[in-house]
Nanobody, 123 residues
Framework: QVQLVESGGGLVQAGDSLRLSCAASGRTFSTYAMGWFRQAPGKEREFVAAIRWSGGSAYYADSVKGRFTISRDNAQNTVALQMNSLKPEDTAVYYC????????????????WGQGTQVTVSS
């Protein structure tokens, strides 16, 4: 079992940057992939980004490609999501997820989830 705690959310203006972090504990961090998902009010949860255990491969939703960067530090047991050029439509609760079995794009494949952190982008 993996425990996840997100941090770094907040209220920013359009065009600003924000960095989310997720700290993991439990199983050996370097053995599983990590992902970020988000859920806006009234909408379904959606995939944002994911990264393989080695950090060698990263995956992004089209809506964030070129603006967001996912990274991990296996020595610190953390994964980060650097969000640049934020838009009002990026407003959502962002969730960190761990250890997907199967495709990294689908939330149902992840075994562990954090509690979420709110990101609000004002126009």
């Amino acid at each position: 079992q993996v425990q996840l705690v997100e941090s770094g959310g907040g209220l920013v203006q359009a065009g600003d940057s924000l960095r989310l972090s997720c700290a993991a504990s439990g199983r050996t961090f370097s053995t599983y992939a990590m992902g970020w998902f988000r859920q806006a009010p009234g909408k379904e949860r959606e995939f944002v980004a994911a990264i393989r255990w080695s950090g060698g491969s990263a995956y992004y939703a089209d809506s964030v490609k070129g603006r967001f960067t996912i990274s991990r530090d296996n020595a610190q047991n953390t994964v980060a999501l650097q969000m640049n050029s934020l838009k009002p439509e990026d407003t959502a609760v962002y969730y960190c997820a761990a250890d997907p079995r199967g495709s990294v794009y689908f939330g149902k494949n992840y075994y562990s989830w954090g509690q979420g952190t709110q990101v609000t982008v004002s126009s």
